[in-house]
């Protein structure tokens, strides 16, 4: 996947430079899950700024979101094999098991298509 870098036990590689300026960092990338459109890659992200007191609003962590589509996932999706058909970004205040329900976790999801390098906010 990457390499251990700057950011908490769990992730990947140096904090992700995001529009709101919190500090993000790379948990992994799902795909075998199916999704709705077909193929899905599904990557994750630690956000801890979007818990606890004085938490960022859900507009700024979604613009965030956007960003890391554009920045992030998209110049990776070249390289992960066949053709998907939906990404999934998802922020959280936590590292969470994927697929496992973890209520006291603030999350936030939003679904793209991406095609020639762009990202379609879709309806998720």
Not at 8 to 22: H, K, L, M, R
Not at 62 to 80: K, M, Q, Y
């Amino acid at each position: 996947m990457g390499e251990r870098g700057d950011g908490p036990e769990g992730t990947f590689g140096d904090a992700i430079e995001v529009p709101s300026g919190q500090k993000l960092w790379w948990i992994d990338v799902q795909h075998t899950a199916p999704g709705s459109e077909g193929l899905t890659y599904r990557f994750r992200f630690l956000a801890p700024q979007i818990g606890g007191q004085g938490a960022l609003s859900v507009d700024v962590a979604l613009l965030d979101i956007e960003a890391l589509c554009g920045s992030f996932v998209a110049p990776r999706l070249a390289n992960l094999g066949p053709q998907v058909e939906q990404v999934v970004i998802s922020l959280s205040d936590r590292i969470v098991p994927f697929g496992e329900a973890a209520p006291e976790a603030v999350q936030y999801f939003e679904a793209f298509s991406v095609e020639d390098g762009a990202c379609t906010w879709e309806l998720f």
